[in-house]
């Protein structure tokens, strides 16, 4: 009876990880940094697509609308969120969510986020990471000092 029971913990752990897997959000790495990519979003959603944007905050990073689907044109909560890295203005993650929607209309939402911002700021800048300390200086002879 205890190995049944622990088999059934097991498999209802096992349905639990792939229902939260199965509405993992999708995720683009925006290299335009959070000012272009925060205004290229507001833009898609709003003035591209015309959704109604219902809520909507740059200091806290998210765009809440409703999202209406080309197939059946019914409106959906939707949201963008951009997660700024600590430091320079560099990489942005997107993270879109369409929860009543199947995933693929959140992968073909960042498509287009992704495909307007090549198209109005060129190709993706080149993000460099700072150079590598010099070794420690070895002398003429290659002996350490």
Known sequence: MHSARASGVGLA????????????????????????????????VRVDNGWKVSEKDDAGGYILFEYRSPESGKATPGSIELVRRP?????????????????????????????????????????TRPPAPPPPDAGADGAEN
């Not at 990489?91 to 198209?119: C, F, I, N, S």
């Open 13 to 44: 752990v096992a349905l639990a990880f792939a229902v939260v897997v199965a509405r993992a959000k999708s995720t683009y790495e925006s290299p335009y940094g959070y000012e272009r990519t925060w205004n290229a979003a507001v833009r898609l």
């Open 87 to 127: 430091g320079a203005d560099g990489p942005v993650t997107v993270l879109a969510q369409l929860p009543r929607m199947p995933h693929y209309h959140e992968q073909v939402l960042l498509d287009a986020l992704a495909a307007k911002m090549r198209g109005e700021y060129g190709d993706a800048p080149a993000h």
